[in-house]
């Protein structure tokens, strides 16, 4: 008697589109980050900013007892007053020293003196002006201000201590939100082909996850790269620019980032549990029509979700096996069961689950945007004896 048919999972092969996704590890770095430290000494009187709390550029950070400063700039501006009355009477001893000279009523050496000490005059004016200026910026460094737009963390000193510029921790440090960065890096052998989208002018969505790469935070787009590939490591950074206006990006927060770097369009594609590799290399096993089942090398290209691209080896419309491979040999008979709605067989698969997941995605996982739709699958079940995964599940 002969060798009874094989039941197998089975799908046939259609067309349409992958997606080329790098998924990469990344890290949150704000565009700006300031450590606000003093420009000068003083004990602060206040520190009224509330911490974690988004502050506008300008917005009050803290302010050092202004007193010592508004008395210094009184002095300085006494005194500059004091030398531009010298210096008006200078320049009017001057104008009538030059009357009497052309009258020749007045050595001209003594007009010539009095040129000099104008200019000296003039001279110590414009000394007494730079200190009224310098008095001016001591006194605006008094009230300590955010010099961006961003979320202030933790504050560093409390009202009453005594600041001074050279304070290592600073006051605050103030990171921006809006938009946020994210640096990752990719591998140099895929270099070519982002840099040819970035010289396009290409649109490349880059969509940052939670590092158990499940809930999608956000979705940004590819800013710049790296002028210099990392020899040890043989990678090149990026970086990808987020509006994040739910503020979920936080400063050196690490994510899962899957750049997008472009789409091929109607390509034939194969189920991923329908690949195999041994001896042969690669390969699909292929129902035939008589039911039998043949190996058949293939080549393949990137991997979309549940599908991989098929170079080379399988035509659109044939009937591969995926799953119960183990129990397979080239010749075996097997069989197709029938679909079963506990199984949830006889599904038509017109295409990948509606949002694009990652390989190994944990059932109920949240889908990730911009999955395209497969056309031309069909896929069945064996029975509950050796049924085949779920197709909608990984």
């Known amino acids: 008697m002969g060798e009874s048919a094989q039941p197998v999972g ?23 980050t300031v450590t606000v430290l003093p420009q000068i000494s003083g004990p602060l009187v206040a520190v009224p900013f509330k911490e974690g709390k988004t502050v506008k550029k300008g917005d009050l950070l803290a ?6 400063f508004e008395a210094a700039l009184q002095q300085a501006q006494g005194q500059l007053a004091h030398d531009q009355g010298l210096l008006a009477q200078a320049q009017a001893d001057l104008q009538r020293y030059m009357t009497l000279s052309r009258q020749d009523s007045i ?7 009095q040129r000099y000490l104008v200019a000296q005059d003039a001279g110590t004016v414009k000394a007494d002006q730079g200190t009224v200026a310098a008095d001016q ?10 010099p ?39 591998p140099q052998q895929s270099l070519d082909e982002v840099l040819e989208r970035l010289h396009a002018a290409a649109a490349m969505p880059v969509y940052a996850y939670d590092s158990a790469n499940t809930k999608l935070i956000d979705t940004g787009r590819l800013s710049n790269i790296d002028n210099e590939v990392n020899t040890t490591t043989g990678t090149v950074k990026i970086r990808a620019v987020f509006p994040n206006a739910q503020e979920q990006l936080f400063p050196n927060q690490f994510v899962n980032i899957h750049l997008l770097v472009k789409t091929l369009s109607n390509v034939v594609r194969v189920p991923v549990p329908a ?8 390969y699909v096993y292929v129902i035939k029509p008589d039911n039998t089942v043949e190996v058949q090398p293939v080549k393949l290209g ?5 599908y991989q691209q098929v170079i080379s080896g399988l035509s659109s419309g044939e009937k591969v096996v995926t799953d119960g491979t183990d129990r397979l040999k080239p010749g075996i008979k097997v069989t197709v069961p029938p679909p079963s709605a506990a199984s949830g067989g006889g599904i038509r698969r017109t295409g990948a689950p509606s949002g694009y997941h990652g390989r190994g995605r944990k059932p109920g996982a949240e889908a990730k945007p911009g999955a395209t739709q497969p056309s ?17 599940q990984q």
């Open 107 to 113: 050595a001209q050496q003594q007009v010539q003196d």
């Open 376 to 392: 031309g699958v069909a896929q069945s079940s064996p029975t509950s004896s050796a049924r085949a995964p779920d197709q909608t």
């Open 275 to 282: 690949v195999q590799t041994g001896e042969p290399g690669t």
């Open 302 to 306: 990137p991997v979309d979700d549940d």
């Open 10 to 32: 089975a799908a046939v092969i259609g067309t349409g589109d992958i997606r080329v996704i790098l998924s990469e590890l990344g890290t949150v770095t704000p565009l700006d």
């Open 137 to 146: 910026l001591n006194l605006s460094y008094t009230k300590i201000v955010s």
């Open 63 to 68: 302010e050092i007892d202004p007193r010592p």
């Open 148 to 186: 961006i737009d961003g979320m202030v963390g933790l504050r560093q000193v409390d009202p009453g201590n005594y600041v001074t510029p050279s304070i290592a921790t600073g006051i605050a440090v103030v990171a921006q939100v809006h938009p946020m960065s994210v640096l990752f890096s990719v």
